[in-house]
């Protein structure tokens, strides 16, 4: 599969917005890759890797975060359901769970509703060890500073702002990754 292909689908218009976009997810594919490399006894799929962090923040179109270049109505954190919709409906399940588990560390079910949180009432969270390495490098990189890696500290407390149970799951995943 091309993720390019899918990302010129529904962003047409050499933007800032599919800038924003397609440099964020490169730098997430790269430190996804070069995580995965690091650990070859994890038989990882490089190539589904390098293709669903490509496409991991596909549905942020569709929201309101005006200082990123998106002009759509849902809120921010709806991005990686609504992307996981696109995907899907292109006929990519397997990459589809990866744009829906990547918000935050992964977010269940009790938290979306502890939070009040305006997204589908069911688990989101990183389950296979691909989903869980990609969701692990977004954490590094923001779409306001472009080709910046956060600090491992800075990573963990942009986690930790969210609830105890994602910044567990971030420490699992400095002993697994690092």
């Known amino acids: 599969m091309n993720p390019f292909a899918l990302i010129d689908k529904f962003y047409p218009e050499d933007n800032e917005l599919k800038h924003i976009l397609l440099v964020h997810s490169r730098s997430v594919a790269d430190k996804a890759?070069?995580?995965a490399q690091k650990h070859p006894e994890l038989n990882l799929d490089l190539a589904f890797i390098g293709e669903a962090a490509v496409l991991h923040d596909i549905g942020i179109f569709q929201t309101d975060a005006?200082?990123?270049?998106?002009?759509?109505?849902?809120?921010?954190?709806c991005h990686g359901y609504l992307g996981a919709d696109l995907v899907r409906k292109e006929g990519f399940p397997r990459h589809a769970l990866v744009c829906e588990r990547h918000t935050g560390a992964g977010?269940?079910?009790?938290?979306?509703?502890?939070?009040g949180l305006p997204l589908p009432h069911r688990d989101m969270l990183p389950v296979s060890m691909e989903e869980q390495i990609i969701c692990f490098a977004d954490k590094f990189f923001s779409k306001t500073k472009l080709d910046k890696e956060k600090s491992l500290d800075k990573a963990r407390k942009s986690v930790a702002k969210h609830g105890e149970e994602g910044a567990v799951r971030f420490d699992h995943w400095c002993e697994l990754f690092l």
């Not at 977010?107 to 939070?115: A, E, H, V």
């Open 107 to 115: 977010l269940s079910l009790q938290n979306i509703l502890d939070r």
């Open 66 to 77: 005006p200082d990123i270049q998106c002009f759509g109505t849902y809120p921010y954190i």
């Open 33 to 35: 890759l070069a995580l």
